[in-house]
């Protein structure tokens, strides 16, 4: 059973950076598959970044790309969102979600079966 665990959100200006970390436990590093969601109150939830392959491969989604970086430490099997350039439509609850299986792009949350119970980010402008 994969678990997951969000941390590092919290409040900045616009323009700032936030680095927010998912733990897992129960996957091993090289078979581990982890994406990014977002969900905003009244919006749905939508897919930010993607990281699998071994932590070789990423996914962008277009809200993402030039300001955001996924990436993997092997070591403790923890996957990292570096999230620069913040801006007030950033704010959301973030979420770490893993797939038991291959997922096609873009991201779909429906295709991920485990999830975090998630971490707040907040830009204030």
């Known amino acids: 059973q994969v678990q997951l665990v969000e941390s590092g959100g919290g409040s900045v200006q616009a323009g700032g950076s936030l680095k927010i970390s998912c733990a897992a436990s129960g996957v091993t590093t090289d078979k581990l598959r982890l994406a990014w969601f977002r969900q905003a109150p009244g919006k749905e939830r939508e897919g930010v970044a993607y990281?699998?392959?071994?932590?070789?491969?990423?996914y962008y989604a277009d809200v993402a790309k030039g300001r955001f970086t996924i990436s993997q430490d092997n070591a403790k099997n923890t996957v990292i969102l570096q999230m620069n350039n913040l801006k007030p439509e950033d704010t959301a609850m973030y979420y770490c979600a893993s797939p038991s299986a291959s997922v096609g792009l873009p991201l779909n949350a429906a295709h991920f079966d485990y999830w975090g119970k998630g971490t707040q980010v907040t830009v204030s402008s």
């Open positions: 990281i699998y392959n071994g932590g070789r491969t990423t």
